[in-house]
């Protein structure tokens, strides 16, 4: 059974979605291992997303992934990579669908509510760096 790493951002903390947010993955039938609030130092950060490292924008996303608290969390369930990648939208709110947590509550690109891993590797990785494992 796969797991993988989601984190509410500091503006869907800020804006009171982290209910709705659990309740839509809750309700798709996966299950939640772990969870923290939590506030990102400066080297979490970078490394977190480490591989934006040299991307024009990389200072911008640091600074708001920083800016306030963050919900981390653990995922379990069937496939649960892809599909809450899925449940999550397109990274660019402008391009994610009605019905997704991005499509639903976001519209800019630097501040879209929600972060998910890519990958086992990447779902592997950045659940070591939050929770130790
Ligand atoms: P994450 O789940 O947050 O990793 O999003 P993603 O996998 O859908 O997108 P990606 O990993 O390519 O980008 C990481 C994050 O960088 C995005 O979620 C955005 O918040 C942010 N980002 C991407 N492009 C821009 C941009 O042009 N400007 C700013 N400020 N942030 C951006
Ligand atoms: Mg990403």
């Given at each position: 059974i796969q797991q993988t790493f989601l984190m509410v951002k500091p503006d869907g903390v800020?804006?009171?979605?982290?209910?709705?947010?659990?309740?839509?993955?809750?309700?798709?039938?996966?299950?939640?291992?772990?969870?923290?609030?939590?506030?990102?130092?400066?080297?979490?950060?970078?490394?977190?997303?480490?591989?934006?490292?040299?991307?024009?924008?990389?200072?911008?996303?640091?600074?708001?992934?920083?800016?306030?608290?963050?919900?981390?969390?653990v995922w379990e369930g069937e496939n649960v990579i892809a599909l809450s990648r899925l449940m999550m939208g397109a990274t660019n709110p402008a391009e994610s669908a009605p019905g997704t947590i991005r499509g639903d509550y976001a519209t800019t690109v630097a501040e879209n509510i929600i972060h998910g891993s890519d990958s086992l590797a990447s779902a592997e990785r950045e659940i070591g760096l939050f929770f130790g494992k």
């Open positions: 800020e804006r009171q979605l982290v209910g709705d947010i659990v309740d839509r993955f809750e309700r798709r039938g996966f299950v939640l291992k772990e969870a923290k609030l939590m506030t990102i130092s400066e080297d979490l950060a970078k490394n977190h997303y480490a591989e934006h490292a040299e991307r024009p924008f990389f200072g911008e996303l640091v600074e708001f992934i920083t800016s306030g608290p963050v919900f981390a969390m």
